[in-house]
């Protein structure tokens, strides 16, 4: 159980598109889900907070309205990175949250790794 | 502020013990422990609790001292496939709010 998707899995793009990931929990209802950004042999950092039905939460230093975030159903977040440049390539990976009595676990899809032209 | 993990890097031969620790500068409510192979997700492998929780399965366990804010991954008699970076992710708050914030990561290779 608690299996979390992503689409897609890779994404070359030009200058100046935007791209669209999607991150699906697959067996359970996920209220929040979280999206993170790993350059290569770094640690993940924290981009946004997603919630079903409200606005995202965004960390410090995360731009808004560059990085779009829609959390339409409890098993559906979207990120689109609007207006990419070279600087955006990095592997982008989504958590969803499983709720469980005391503690919460998040349990992580494969990653999409984006390249910017 | 992101936790501190060491070391940093270590190299084990299969069948030894490594331990990884990690420790935050900030109290916490529960400490996650992820595997992440080269290019992939990471893999959930336990999560601790406030309260001296220590927890462990097949030959991985660990344990965490809310006083000192530290927590310590045990791997022993590695394998193969143990090989991977480790990330603790601590949370402060319990709840809606439970963002996890990953430490700095400790590669692992196990050679044969």
């Known amino acids: 159980g608690a299996v979390v998707s992503q689409h897609p899995s890779w994404v070359i793009c030009k200058s100046g598109t935007s791209v669209k990931i999607e991150c699906r929990s697959l067996?359970?209802?996920?209220?929040?889900m979280f999206w993170y950004r790993q350059f290569p042999k770094q640690s993940l950092m924290l981009m946004a907070t997603?919630?079903?039905?409200?606005?995202?939460?965004?960390e410090q230093g995360v731009e808004k309205d560059k990085f779009l975030i829609n959390h339409a159903s409890l098993t559906l977040s979207t990120l689109t990175v609007t207006s990419a440049h070279p600087e955006d390539s990095s592997f982008y990976i989504c958590?969803?949250?499983?709720?469980?009595?005391?503690?919460?676990?998040?349990?992580f899809g494969p990653g999409t790794r984006l390249t910017v032209l | 502020q992101q936790p501190v993990q060491s070391p940093q890097a270590v190299i084990l031969r299969e069948g030894e013990d490594a331990v990884i620790n990690c420790s935050s500068s900030?109290?916490?409510?529960?400490v996650h422990w992820y595997r992440q192979k080269h290019g992939e997700a990471p893999v959930f492998l336990m999560i601790l609790l406030k309260g001296g929780e220590q927890k462990g399965h097949d030959k991985i366990s660990a344990s965490f001292n809310e006083k000192k804010q530290q927590s310590s991954l045990y791997l022993t008699a590695s394998q193969l496939s143990y090989s991977g970076t480790y990330f603790c992710?601590?949370?402060?708050?319990?709840?809606?709010?439970?963002?996890?914030?990953f430490g700095t990561g400790t590669r692992l290779q196990v050679t044969l």
């Open positions: 997603s919630n079903e039905g409200s606005k995202a939460t965004y």
């Open positions: 958590s969803a949250r499983l709720a469980g009595g005391r503690t919460d676990t998040q349990y």
């Open positions: 900030k109290a916490l409510y529960s």
């Open positions: 067996d359970f209802q996920a209220t929040t």
């Open positions: 992710g601590t949370v402060l708050i319990p709840g809606t709010a439970s963002k996890l914030t």
